[in-house]
């Protein structure tokens, strides 16, 4: 009788593997993920078939509707069937992929890939969603589309002022006078970061000059933090190796020179919000070489980082993710999944356990 109870609790055990399994894949919702990850509560794909096979640089806002999310799919990066898509989050599981935009210009029979698409929502007026169109990022253009109703629906697409690329991959922030700081780079002679400002929701452009010398670091798509004051720090992604920031104490007026963070860069993008009790979180590969880790840090000061999720570690790309922090508290997460899928991740910044980064280990 043992033997049979034995048997039989085996079975059970066996079945409701095969059953997590079959379920898992859509909320991959791993035991070691939240059991030992303090602050780690959902992790789950945004969808498992779309009509694309390839999909990168999600965006993430938050909508009186609720969450709504933007990547790229198409056959392949580069390629000119390459539109941009969205999804929305009800809290409990997201909808279908929908076409919101593509490259398809007004003669009707050309048409270029689309890229890194930015969401967001300004205090008034409607939704925005920057995305950029071109053959390649040497040589693309910015393209802006509003929504009044939370993204159900969407305006007819223009493009941005000759030279002008609007929020280049990051979210922008919105300064006291309503006026948007966008930041941007460009990738042509050299790997350029700048800051645009839009006012009145687009209306009229600037732009800074180049921030980072060229000839110690190439760097581009600077995302933006905000600290007390008119102080603004943007971390930025390069080719050598290291997250680079430079900072202003004159709300974006002027920039200190660009200098290196403690924090490893495999030349991959990097997200990063203030949360709402004042500490800054920034998730990033952390690696010089490679995209297969994906992390989550937390800092009180910008500069002095502790270690906080590891979301992914296992051969093959985790990267371009995008960041939140939720009007309830919670911190949503969006990033690329082997370039096949886009992933979403639910924390809660309060039960997150911190550890010192030593000896350039992030664990």
Known sequence: MKTLSRAKANLAVVLSALSMHCAGEAAEVAAHETGLQPGLLKSEFMFLQAPFPASHASTIVETKNGLLAAWFGGTAERQPDVSIYTARYDGKSWSAPVKVADGIQADGTTRFPCWNPVLFQPAKGPLLLFYKVGP?????????????????????????????????????????????????????????????????????????????????????QPTILVHDGNNIQILCRTKQGAIIDSWSKDLSKTWSPMARTALPNPNSAIDAVRLKDGRLLLVYNHSSAARSKLNVAVSKDGKNWQAALMLENQPGEFSYPAVIQASDGLVHITYTWKRQRIKHVVVDPQKLRLTNITDGEAK
Not at 151 to 171: D, M
Not at 176 to 182: A, F, I, Q, R, Y
Not at 203 to 216: F, I, M
Request: glycine share 12%; charged share 25%.
């Open 136 to 220: 390649r990022p040497e040589g693309w253009w910015g393209m802006l589309i509003t929504s009044t109703d939370q993204g159900q629906s969407w305006s007819k697409a223009v493009r941005l002022p000759e030279g002008f690329v609007g929020p280049v991959r990051n979210k922008p922030i919105e300064l006291p006078d309503g006026t948007l700081l966008c930041g941007s780079s460009s990738e042509n002679a050299g790997w350029r970061v700048h800051m645009e400002r839009a006012y009145h929701l687009g209306e009229r452009w600037e732009k800074t000059g180049t921030l980072n010398d060229t000839n110690e670091f190439g760097a581009i």
